[in-house]
């Protein structure tokens, strides 16, 4: 059998575990990123450039999202959409703050990454290559925020779990995906007591704090207005659950594709779409439910896995968030690579082996998007066979990673505890 010499294997390590060449690794990933959003200009900043126009408008006329009028993110979106245009007089400087703020953030997450375990360093080479596949769009949206947050909470969690649950909370309240880790954090407690102490008493702290600063403002009932903003919406192009109407509109000319000029986003239009919007409406929320359900159970079957169950469950409900999802933007999947970073570096002895080929899957799936986004969205929306193609295997590949992870949970839920029965309860 072919093996690797060993002094291969010494300067692999040694690569693989530098903290310096990770630094430098970090700062090339990130210029190119960079370089590359700069490079497709509008086509990434776009959103970005809408960020300054809320904050400006708010700055020059005292009228802002969630205190004036309803808004399509969360009250605590104000902090990131705000601080930029403090700091820069136009929308070029906006831009620069803006990508600089992103990157700061990221960079906070992959040092804690890196100085989890001894294998954060692995983790954090792995989460740069995740960067590079998914590409610009992770600077360009607000997800280049929560998802850095996501990470964070993800590698504190065993350890500090009430600070986890804050961090994520407060991610929530920017985008609601980070909500996924507060959930998998509540379902895995062990009693009433650890649970109101480490997951409910930080999480209603935090979300006090938002709303009341909020309703000081004078935004009211807007505080929550976020939770009703979708309900009128259709299937965005690119979603998973219109991977049918894409395909079918190659030989189906009646099916639409369409510029939605409210929200500025290409959705599919008919009667069917809409059907299958609404049905997500309530998928989306029993997914969740059911993931949680599942979760409680293998906590309480294997409590000595219960730090791998944190990380399985939070990737299966952010995956979940994305596959029952009627919006399907590309940075969507910006969320799944910290759950796959964290389990590499703190996967226990028996499940590490669980996350190498999902972590593989992830990487090709942030290529494909990259590829759908921003590469290929005119030949997309035009209906070219070849990224509709590409289109669908990623969808495909989203819905066998939700299928995987919920997999992997039901399983260590069903293994038997260590030898002769003994179990180690993992840490609060």
């Known amino acids: 059998m072919w093996r690797v010499p060993s002094s291969n294997t010494s300067l692999l390590k040694a690569v693989l575990t530098s903290g310096w060449l990770l630094a430098l690794g970090f700062v090339v990933v990130h210029a190119w990123v960079v370089w590359d959003a700069v490079?497709?200009?509008?086509?990434?900043y776009g959103d970005v450039t809408l960020y300054e126009w809320w904050a400006r408008y708010g700055l020059d006329h005292d009228q802002w999202?969630?205190?004036?009028?309803?808004w399509v993110y969360p009250a605590l979106a104000l902090v990131p959409v705000v601080l930029p245009a403090l700091l820069a007089?136009?929308?070029l400087g906006y831009q620069i703050v803006w990508t600089a703020m992103v990157v700061l953030l990221d960079a906070v997450a992959t040092v804690v990454l890196a100085r989890s375990t001894v294998r954060g360093t692995v983790a954090a080479w792995w989460w740069l290559a995740f960067l590079v596949a998914l590409g610009p769009i992770f600077v360009g949206r607000l997800d280049g925020v929560v998802a850095p947050l996501i990470l964070v909470a993800l590698v504190i969690a065993t350890r500090h779990p009430r600070l986890?649950?804050?961090?994520a909370t407060a991610g929530a309240w920017i985008k609601i995906a980070p909500g996924a880790v507060v959930v998998a954090l509540a379902a895995t407690r062990r009693s009433l007591r650890d649970l109101l102490l480490h997951v409910v008493v930080p999480g209603a702290l935090v979300s006090a704090i938002v709303v009341w600063l909020a309703l000081i403002g004078g935004a009211g009932t807007r505080a929550l207005s976020v939770f009703g903003q979708q309900d009128s919406r259709t299937l965005q192009a690119e979603s998973v659950a219109a991977t049918w109407f894409s395909v079918v509109r190659l030989v189906d000319p009646t099916v639409r594709i369409e510029y939605?000029?409210?929200i500025f986003t290409y959705e599919v239009q008919g009667a069917r779409a809409m059907q299958v919007a609404d049905a997500l409406d309530w998928l989306l929320p029993v997914a969740v439910l059911a993931i949680a359900a599942l979760t409680w159970w293998s906590a309480r079957r294997r409590p000595d896995h219960v730090p791998d169950v944190v990380l399985l469950s939070s990737a299966a409900l952010?995956?979940?968030l994305i596959v029952f999802n009627k919006v399907g933007s590309p940075q969507f999947v910006a969320w799944i690579g910290p759950p796959?970073?964290?389990?590499i570096a703190l996967a226990g002895p028996g499940t590490r082996r669980f996350w190498w080929p999902p972590a593989i899957g992830v990487l090709l799936t942030a290529l494909a998007t990259q590829i759908i986004y921003p590469v290929a969205y005119g030949p997309f929306l035009n209906g070219d066979a070849w990224i509709v193609a590409?289109?669908?295997?990623?969808?495909?590949?989203?819905?066998?990673?939700?299928l995987g992870a919920v997999w992997r949970i039901a399983q260590l839920g069903v293994r038997e505890p260590a030898a002769h029965g003994q179990v180690v309860p993992s840490r609060p």
């Open 39 to 44: 490079a497709w200009a509008y086509t990434i």
């Open 65 to 70: 999202p969630v205190l004036d009028y309803d």
């Open 89 to 91: 007089p136009d929308v």
């Open 164 to 167: 986890a649950t804050a961090v």
């Open 260 to 262: 939605n000029d409210v």
């Open 318 to 320: 952010l995956l979940a």
């Open 340 to 343: 796959l970073a964290a389990g």
């Open 390 to 402: 590409v289109a669908a295997l990623r969808n495909a590949a989203l819905v066998v990673l939700l």
